[in-house]
Nanobody, 122 residues
């Protein structure tokens, strides 16, 4: 399984970005796709997740109402629409897949994409 993340960049505060993560191989309904982020000197933290089959979504409190996770089952791709970006959202963003269900802990995710950098200027 390979996860290919893209869409990061430099944006001003209150701007928007859309991250994409394309997965090779088949994604099953029991799988969970998630986004994590890691700022310099900080631990990797949960951002959002989606259950592949039913599409239920989950968000960290810090991004709820500003970020939206979605997926395209036909394209085997998960998206993260980020609106109202803030300087504190600056981080490397990683997509990940957990074949065992929902977890907010990075250690539970087996498959990871490479990070895509998001920089928000004030």
């Amino acid at each position: 399984v390979q996860l290919q993340a893209s869409g990061g960049g430099l944006v001003q505060a209150e701007g928007s970005l859309r991250l994409s993560c394309a997965a090779s191989g088949r994604t099953f309904s029991s799988h969970v796709m998630a986004w994590f982020r890691q700022a310099p000197g900080k631990e990797r933290e949960f951002v959002s997740a989606i259950r592949w089959g039913v599409g239920n979504t989950y968000y960290a409190d810090s991004v709820r109402g500003r970020f939206t996770i979605s997926r395209s089952t036909s394209e085997n791709t998960v998206y993260l629409q980020m609106n109202g970006l803030r300087p504190e959202d600056t981080a490397a963003y990683y997509c990940a897949r957990n074949n065992r269900g929902l977890s907010y802990a990075a250690k539970e995710y087996t498959y990871w994409g490479q990070g895509t950098e998001v920089t928000v200027s004030s």
